[in-house]
């Protein structure tokens, strides 16, 4: 990592940049208000730092000893914050993404999403192509689901999160969602990730069943490699001995990838435990926990839903819930969505 002085100048900095690739490495240039920072990618292990200190203009050369480089607070230590339209990631305000485990049927994604707008939800989640433990299971409509959570998002001045769980389906979701969400399944599926990099979209990577921490740092480091800054990090559970919920919702994640991180983190209570009645406390928790947003199953007919049912809320479960999220989040010194309809409501 180069931290180029503050009153370098444009030709200073290109310089360095240029001395950098003809040493092999990969260059990603972050521009602070007073500084620029530089991270060199690849090349030498043996590499002497010494060669870049003394170029004009720098003012200090780290070797970054993490693994993932893009994804350390040594390479950015301010927080990332993803802009959506309008809405921002990783800011100040807890944003709350709600809906459907998936898009079953036009009146089903329409109501929902009235539902949890009106509870203060900013993100529609709803999911079209459904990764499925069975191959016999619902999995999921395809376009057609799309197409109407899309205009349940517009009808409701939402932004949308859907998976995608396979490069050949990049194009498809990303010309309908906002937020493109790697599942779980897919944390280590590196060609897609390569790929994501290369989307023009903020990405939602889940945490791989199994992943560590480091690994799932990693499977960010593809996405910000290939040159999409845009990546929040969601935490859903990982499995291990315990069986009473379906996954053990890793709720120290989130202070540990803010002490590791600077990208934005997401907790999802309903895959994280598998259980209606577990989805609220645990949301609590995690909020109370610094997450910079929720991601929550909601149906609005949860006992007929096609898939993830005993973890999805009734919508007055989601309200009651929003509502001790406006107490808990002011606690710890962050605002969430008060009300739905106007967007300046804030508690803080
Ligand atoms: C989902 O969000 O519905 C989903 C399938 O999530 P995960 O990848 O975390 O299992
Ligand atoms: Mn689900």
Not at 201 to 224: C, Q
Request: with cysteine; hydrophobic share 40%.
């Amino acid at each position: 990592m180069i931290v180029m002085q503050e009153q370098a100048s444009e030709a200073q900095i290109e310089e360095v940049v240029l001395r950098l690739e003809e040493l092999g490495f990969g260059v990603h240039r972050s521009t602070g208000a007073l500084r620029t920072v530089l991270g060199a990618v690849g090349g030498e292990r043996t590499f002497d730092v010494g060669l870049v200190e003394v170029m004009t203009g720098v003012s200090e050369v780290h070797r970054i000893t993490e693994p993932y480089k893009l994804a350390s607070r040594t390479f950015k230590s301010e927080r990332t914050v993803i802009q959506v339209g309008d809405l921002r990631i990783g800011g100040d305000e807890v944003v709350v993404m709600a809906g459907p485990c998936s898009a079953e049927t036009e009146e089903q994604v329409e109501t929902t999403a009235a539902a949890v707008k009106r509870a203060g939800a900013k993100v529609l989640r709803g999911g079209a192509f459904k990764p499925r433990s069975s191959p016999y299971s619902f999995q999921g409509l395809g376009e057609s689901g799309l197409r109407m959570l899309r205009k349940a998002a517009d009808d409701h001045e939402m932004k949308l999160v859907s998976e995608v769980m396979d490069v050949s389906q990049i194009d498809v979701v990303g010309k309908y969602s906002d937020i493109l969400q790697v599942g779980a399944r897919n944390m280590q599926n590196y060609t897609l990730l390569r790929e994501l990099g290369q989307a023009r979209k903020p990405v939602l990577l889940k945490r791989g069943i199994s992943a560590t921490i480091e690994e799932w740092l990693l499977s960010a480091e593809y996405i910000l490699a290939g040159g999409n800054p845009d990546v929040m990090l969601c935490e859903r559970g990982i499995r291990t001995f315990e069986s009473y919920t379906r996954n053990t919702l890793d709720i120290s994640a989130i202070p540990v990838i803010h002490k590791l991180s600077h990208l934005p983190v997401v907790a999802d209570p309903s895959h994280g435990t598998g259980r209606r009645d577990k989805v609220t406390p645990m949301a609590r928790a995690s909020v109370a926990a610094g997450a910079d947003g929720l991601l929550i199953e909601v149906h609005c007919d949860p006992d007929h839903a096609k898939s993830d049912g005993a973890q999805s809320l009734y919508p007055k479960q989601f309200d009651r819930l929003m509502t001790e999220l406006r107490v808990i989040a002011p606690a710890i010194g962050r605002g969430i969505c008060l009300e739905s309809t106007v967007g300046k409501a804030w508690a803080r």
